[in-house]
């Protein structure tokens, strides 16, 4: 089970990273534009991702997506996401027909794979067959569908392990905590998410409470000092 960050901001990715046990980071071109939205100059892309790289590790997990909506294109991005930041990159790409083709000619050339922008079974289904090494259903976009994202999710881990495929899935798109853990409980191995999501999973009011409630009877014995600061 497998957390990841959903953005491509910095200082979140620093900040979460030291706290979480997060094992990568996910981005795709709406959240690049959320991450540069305040900035006047028109941010360097590739300088973002690396940056974003050195924070993470070269063994991190890191998805970068494609923007051509061709094949050709998305060939010629992943060239340069490769060139550029470095091969261990996860090729995000979106599940069209042209995406297909792409994803099918990356395989051949052994590169990792994301599918991504996956609404429903079907997509899932073809992107298993053309060799993805993820696949990333968007949960809250399919719950906002009438879809059923945990449906679907664990449709694609039956066939994952009922035809053996080596890919996994990312599950994206989420509005809060409850939506991750269905999720996993659904059978996905990843889920990515907006740092704010796992912050607000731990800001709960009971959780404090509860740690207060500890300090509090502790103090009351040994008065305002740690147990490493006891004589
Ligand atoms: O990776 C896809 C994800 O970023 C989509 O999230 O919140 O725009 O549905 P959202």
Request: glycine share 4%; net charge negative.
């Amino acid at each position: 089970m497998k957390y990841l960050l959903d953005t491509a901001n910095l200082e979140a990715i620093r900040f979460c990273n030291d706290i979480f046990p997060i094992s990568g980071v996910s981005t795709n071109p709406s959240i690049v534009k959320a991450s540069f939205a305040k900035s006047e100059k028109k941010p360097d892309f590739f300088a973002h991702m690396n940056a974003i790289r050195a924070v993470i590790g070269p063994e991190s997990p890191f998805h970068i997506q494609v923007t051509a909506p061709d094949s050709d294109g998305m060939l010629r991005d992943a060239d340069a996401i490769l060139n550029r930041v470095d091969e261990q990159v996860c090729v995000k790409i979106p599940v069209t027909m042209e995406g297909l083709k792409a994803i099918r000619a990356l395989k051949k050339q052994d590169i990792t794979v994301t599918a991504t922008a996956v609404y429903g079974k079907t997509q899932a289904f073809l992107a298993l067959e053309a060799g993805a090494d993820y696949i990333a259903p968007y949960y809250n976009r399919m719950e906002n569908m009438g879809l059923d994202s945990d449906g679907v999710i664990a449709a694609i881990a039956q066939m994952i392990s009922e035809y053996d495929y080596p890919t996994q899935i990312l599950a994206a798109s989420f509005k809060n905590a409850g939506q991750v853990e269905r999720a996993f409980e659904a059978g996905a191995q990843c889920a990515t998410m907006d740092p704010s999501i796992l912050l607000a999973a731990l800001k709960q009011p009971y959780i404090l409470d509860a740690v207060e409630t500890f300090q509090s009877d502790w103090k009351a014995i040994f008065g305002d000092v740690t147990a490493a600061e006891l004589s």
